[in-house]
Structure formats: C-alpha cells, structure tokens
C-alpha cells in the first residue's frame, strides 16, 4: 500500500515553455504532498508543501510565481514550471502520507526535467 | 528548526562486511527520524523509522538503526553488505510543528566492493 505515482519520469523541453509534473496517490487520500528539487549528488530541497483545497506553502527562496501547485483533489498534486529556463533542470520529486508522521512518507519515482 | 548531519558523504565496504552509515540529529525533544534509500534516477524508498516506540528500529533489506537520545544519534547499520546495497541514503528528520516537513540531511553514498 501506499503508492505514489509521479509523471512524467523524463521530460524535455524548450526555454521558455512550461511544463506539469503531476503527483497522484494511488491508494490513500493525501491531504498534504511535498515537493522537492534534487541537484545532482545533492540531497533534497523541500520546495513548497502542497495542501488540498488551499495554496501551497513555499520555502523561502522559492518562487512561487515560476513553480506553480495544484492540490485540486485529494489524490493529485500537480507541479508546473512555467518559463523554464536551464537553471530549472533538475529532478523533481513529490511525496505524501496516508496517515501523517507515524506512517513515513511514500516518494514518487521523480521527474528528470531538462531545459534546453 | 530541526537538522541532521550525515557524516561522510561517501562510505566504502567490502562485500560481506558491516555497514555503519552515521547520522546525528538536533532537537530539543525527541524528533521522528527517519532512512531513506535511494537509487540511481530513482525515487526514495523508506528504510525504516522511529516515532518514539523502540530504540531500536529494524526495516527492510536486514537494515537496523538504534535511537539514541544521549547521542543525538540515529546511526544506520546492516551486519553484511551486499552488492545491491550500493545507493544513497538519507537521513530525515521530521518538524514537530504542524507542517511535518521532513528534513534531509546531504546523503551518504554507500559503495560495495566485490
């Protein structure tokens, strides 16, 4: 139990597009999702908390203007880079919980987002 | 706000031998701690987890790591390498506020020598 679906794996795309990663919960209802930006042999940059039927919540630093979140349901958070530039290639990752804390977060497979 | 460190990024075994990844923590109460492995282009995958049960934890794939609050420790270990234990692995801790973050700390890459 507890899946969490991420797509798509790989995308590539042109400077100045958008693109929409999306984040479903495959069995469980996820009320609140993380998303998270990973640089190569880096750890893990928490970007914004993801909260269904609200605005999300950004870290400081992120710009909440260029990395958009949808939470409209209780199984699908969606990520959008809009006007992505180079800097933005990354991998991105989303998680989520069934039952808050004591149950651990499950993890999307990730998104490979280049740039080009 | 909560924080770990993972001392060594990259630790190296021999096939066979004992794995000890470190990880120490800062709180001032007794956090949720958490190990995440991680393969190649890959998602993060739970080890295991402690939530203020038993100080030691036992998880997937013969892992274990014991809880030590006088330490501030949450040290990771498996008795017997095995070549497919070659990852990254991370060690979360969580906020105790209402938002649940985790936070990661910068990863140890375990390497398994034939």
């Known amino acids: 139990g507890a899946v969490v679906s991420q797509h798509p794996s790989r995308v590539i795309c042109k400077s100045g597009t958008s693109v929409k990663i999306e984040c479903r919960s495959l069995?469980?209802?996820?009320?609140?999702m993380f998303w998270y930006r990973q640089f190569p042999k880096q750890s893990l940059m928490l970007m914004a908390t993801s909260n269904e039927g609200s605005k999300a919540t950004y870290e400081q630093g992120v710009e909440k203007d260029k990395f958009l979140i949808n939470h409209a349901s209780l199984t699908l958070s969606t990520l959008t880079v809009t006007s992505a530039h180079p800097e933005d290639s990354s991998f991105y990752i989303c998680s989520a919980s069934p039952s808050g804390l004591n149950y651990g977060y499950t993890f999307g497979s990730g998104t490979r987002l280049t740039v080009v | 706000a909560q924080s770990v460190t993972q001392l060594g990024s990259h630790v190296s075994v021999s096939e066979g031998a004992l794995v000890l990844l470190r990880c120490n923590y800062s709180s001032s109460v007794p956090p949720y701690l958490f190990w995440y492995v991680q393969y190649p282009n890959q998602g993060l995958q739970l080890l295991l987890k402690?939530?203020?049960?038993?100080?030691l934890v036992k998880g997937i794939n013969g892992f274990e790591a014991e809880f030590k609050k006088s330490e501030t420790s949450f040290h990771l270990t498996k008795p017997s390498a095995h070549m497919s234990d070659a990852a990254e692995y991370f060690c979360?801790?969580?906020?105790?506020?209402?938002?649940?973050?985790?936070?990661f700390g910068s990863g140890t890459r375990l390497l398994v020598r034939p």
């Open positions: 979360a801790v969580s906020e105790m506020d209402s938002s649940y973050k985790l936070i």
């Open positions: 402690y939530t203020s049960a038993a100080t």
């Open positions: 069995d469980f209802q996820a009320t609140t």
